[in-house]
């Protein structure tokens, strides 16, 4: 009896993350592979998913190593999913400028430009990974995120066994510190009264219970938590017929410390006695 496997296909940029996302993957306990040649995937198929192994999750890195196996990429994941497996396409990416200051961090030549410059090997494995990109599921923009940013985000998307169909995680963030790259929703609640000008609340995070009941005391808070529920509980259904798997609403305020994080925990409470499962994640709530 064939197993369905959970596999998920990791790419991207050399400097944009992989090395932290596999084995961020790996401590999740997806059985990883780095440079697999893709011609391989079906054999590795075959032997997992008749019980060869008690493996029943894989992450597979496929990059531009790849050569002239790269294009084969989206016709092996496609047979993947017609064989019954739940295959998902992780594509890390970068800006320019980020991924050049890392490689002139660590000191590293671009392995796609070894005797030239990093740029003209950024621009050469762009063109090559172009098609790859374009069918992956999610594209994560790691510019701003650093390792333990990248490798939490990925445990809270892939490492929970048994989660639901559709993954929800509600976001506070500060816009002092950018928007995440990476959330599909973006509220902003900077319009609401704010506690840092208030002394007694300003030095204490929004998870602070007299910072949370402070903002939720407010008309307009509640007002808008009525409003962004109602809207989500028509969007998550919709999204799960879409065959979604992770959803990221993301709330900002000035700093990220105050206002959106008790919002964050609220929205939270609210979806989830919905029966709609929600986590929470505060980005910024430890900066000063």
Not at 50 to 55: E, I, K, P, R, Y
Not at 86 to 97: E, I, N
Not at 101 to 107: A, D, L, P
Not at 182 to 203: E, G, I, T
Request: with cysteine; charged share 25%; aromatic share 6%.
């Amino acid at each position: 009896m064939t197993v369905p496997l959970h596999i998920i296909v990791l790419s991207g940029l050399s400097g944009s993350g992989k090395s932290t996302a596999i084995r961020a993957l790996e401590d999740a306990g997806y059985f990883c592979i780095d440079n697999l040649p893709i011609v391989l995937l079906p054999k590795l198929l075959e032997v997992f998913a008749h019980g060869a192994s008690d493996m029943q999750r894989m992450a597979i890195v496929i990059d531009a190593r790849e050569g002239r196996f790269l294009d084969a990429t989206p016709q092996a994941v496609q047979d993947a999913r017609a064989a019954g497996h739940r295959v998902d396409v992780l594509f890390l990416d970068a800006t320019d400028d980020a991924i050049t200051r890392r490689f002139s961090e660590t000191r590293r030549r671009h392995p796609l430009a070894p005797f030239g410059t990093v740029a003209e090997g950024i621009a050469s494995e762009r063109s090559r990974l172009a098609a790859l990109r374009s069918v992956a599921d999610e594209v994560v923009d790691t510019t701003r995120l650093n390792a333990h940013e990248l490798k939490s985000l990925l445990t809270e998307r892939y490492g929970h066994e048994g989660a639901p169909e559709l993954a929800v995680q509600v976001l506070s963030f500060g816009f002092r510190h950018g928007v995440p790259p990476h959330a599909d929703n973006v509220l902003d609640v900077r319009f609401l009264p704010n506690p840092y000008f208030v002394p007694d609340l300003k030095a204490l995070p929004g998870t602070d219970q007299r910072v949370a009941q402070w903002v939720l005391a407010h008309n307009e808070a509640q007002l808008f938590l009525d409003h962004a529920a109602s809207l989500l509980e028509f969007l998550l259904p919709r999204y799960r017929a879409e065959g979604k798997a992770y959803l990221t609403i993301a709330l900002g305020c000035t700093g990220g410390r105050h206002r959106s994080v008790a919002l964050a925990e609220e929205l939270a409470r609210r979806l989830s006695a919905k029966k709609h499962p929600a986590r929470v994640r505060h980005r910024d709530v430890d900066r000063e």
